[in-house]
């Protein structure tokens, strides 16, 4: 969580009273503390994220500014938090794989979704993330795969692993909590695999090791990321 005795890296900058109300009370509820601002204000420098409306956002002479019509509920918190712990200058691209029989993937480039798709088999899978890999506009390249189905998560793994070996970072991420965030009606259930594919995009995984791949009763460290 956030240092409450660091000067604020979020802002808010809006005067409409239902946004500030959103936004301030998502803040507090993940511990971040923030600065309040009008939109023309000037944003201090340790400020990485704006928050604010889509109509105020030409108001505002910062990047990045996140308006409060772009947060889907369920991924509001993580994208903030992807946003405001990014090392400054760095770009990541990173894939996120939601296995199973229906397969989710969401491609992030700079804390935005650049690309979304559900497939229905591992070759498919892992033969969209390979394409989306070598188009990817920086070298730091991190794949992210739901433990759901652990199955089909290290049968992705592995022919991402042979083909790109140390060149990408393979995740293998707790989905806990990702599909009750994502539930949706069941005609929908294509959106729900989508929005756990985001959720574990933005989440944080185990690397790909040997010793992970013996956890779960695995012995083909061949497959196994070492970068």
Same mark, same amino acid.
């Given at each position: 969580?956030?240092?409450?005795?660091?000067?604020?890296?979020?802002?808010?900058?809006?005067?409409?009273?239902?946004?500030?109300?959103?936004?301030?009370?998502l803040l507090k509820?993940?511990?971040?503390?923030?600065?309040?601002?009008?939109?023309?204000?000037?944003?201090?420098?340790?400020?990485?994220?704006?928050?604010?409306?889509?109509?105020?956002?030409?108001?505002?002479?910062?990047?990045?500014?996140?308006?409060?019509?772009?947060?889907?509920?369920?991924?509001?918190?993580?994208?903030?938090?992807?946003?405001?712990?990014?090392?400054?200058?760095?770009?990541?691209?990173?894939?996120?794989?939601?296995?199973?029989?229906?397969?989710?993937?969401?491609?992030?480039?700079?804390?935005?979704?650049?690309?979304?798709?559900?497939?229905?088999?591992?070759?498919?899978?892992?033969?969209?993330?390979?394409?989306?890999?070598?188009?990817?506009?920086?070298?730091?390249?991190?794949?992210?795969?739901?433990?759901?189905?652990?199955?089909?998560?290290?049968?992705?793994?592995?022919?991402?692993? &042979?083909?790109?070996?140390?060149?990408? +970072?393979?995740?293998?991420?707790? !989905? $806990?909590?990702?599909? %009750?965030? #994502?539930?949706?009606k069941p005609n929908?259930?294509?959106?729900?695999?989508?929005?756990?594919?985001?959720?574990?995009?933005?989440?944080?995984?185990? &690397?790909?090791?040997?010793?992970?791949? +013996?956890?779960?009763g695995r012995y !083909? $460290?061949?497959?196994? %990321?070492? #970068?």
């Open positions: 969580m956030a240092d409450v005795r660091t000067a604020p890296e979020v802002a808010i900058a809006t005067l409409d009273g239902r946004a500030y109300f959103f936004m301030s009370n509820s993940m511990k971040i503390p923030f600065k309040s601002l009008t939109p023309n204000e000037q944003i201090d420098k340790h400020v990485k994220l704006v928050l604010s409306t889509r109509k105020e956002r030409p108001l505002i002479p910062f990047d990045p500014v996140l308006c409060v019509e772009d947060l889907e509920s369920e991924l509001a918190a993580a994208k903030i938090l992807y946003m405001v712990k990014k090392t400054a200058g760095e770009s990541v691209y990173i894939v996120g794989i939601d296995p199973g029989v229906r397969i989710g993937i969401s491609a992030f480039y700079l804390g935005d979704e650049v690309y979304s798709c559900v497939v229905y088999s591992t070759a498919r899978a892992a033969s969209v993330v390979s394409k989306l890999l070598k188009g990817a506009p920086t070298k730091k390249r991190i794949v992210r795969i739901g433990d759901g189905n652990i199955d089909v998560a290290l049968k992705i793994a592995g022919v991402l692993a &042979e083909e790109f070996g140390k060149q990408i +970072r393979i995740e293998i991420v707790d !989905e $806990a909590g990702t599909t %009750s965030l #994502a539930k949706s929908k259930r294509s959106v729900k695999d989508l929005r756990s594919a985001r959720l574990i995009a933005l989440r944080r995984g185990r &690397e790909l090791t040997p010793n992970l791949l +013996r956890s779960y !083909e $460290a061949r497959n196994a %990321s070492t #970068a």
